[in-house]
Nanobody
């Protein structure tokens, strides 16, 4: 029942923009900590942004000021608007959901996302490639 689906990835030039979407199915997001994570080749998965039940967002220092996380009014779709893209932003981007993280702890600086083995808590990922 629970499923997350990312879309919107692609190839862009340095300085370009891209908007990712994450459609959620089979659960309500009201009390969930939701986030975007990314993984580049040869690097561990890292947090990008998070949003709590009140709509408060947090961002990794590497994307602060360039990326914006949001969701639709129905709380069924997450978005990640990426501006001023850099080559180091190249990665597979994943969305994730975790109902066990209370709103105060929904901070991308400390929240590592749901356990990786809880596969339904993660989307399949969408590839973003930023060319020089």
């Amino acid at each position: 029942q629970v499923r997350l689906e990312e879309s919107g990835g692609g190839s862009v030039q340095v300085g370009g923009s891209l908007k990712l979407s994450c459609a959620t199915h089979g659960f309500t997001q009201d009390s969930y900590c939701m986030g975007w994570f990314r993984q580049a080749p040869g690097r561990p998965r890292e947090g990008v942004a998070s949003i709590n039940m009140y709509g408060t967002t947090t961002y990794a220092e590497s994307v602060k000021g360039r990326f914006t996380m949001s969701r639709d009014n129905a709380k069924t779709t997450l978005y990640l608007t990426m501006d001023s893209l850099k080559p180091e932003d190249t990665a597979i981007y994943y969305c994730a959901a975790d109902p066990t993280v209370v709103w105060r702890d929904c901070d991308i600086g400390s929240w590592r996302g749901p356990p990786l083995h809880v596969v339904h808590a993660w989307g399949q990922g969408t590839l973003v490639t930023v060319s020089s």
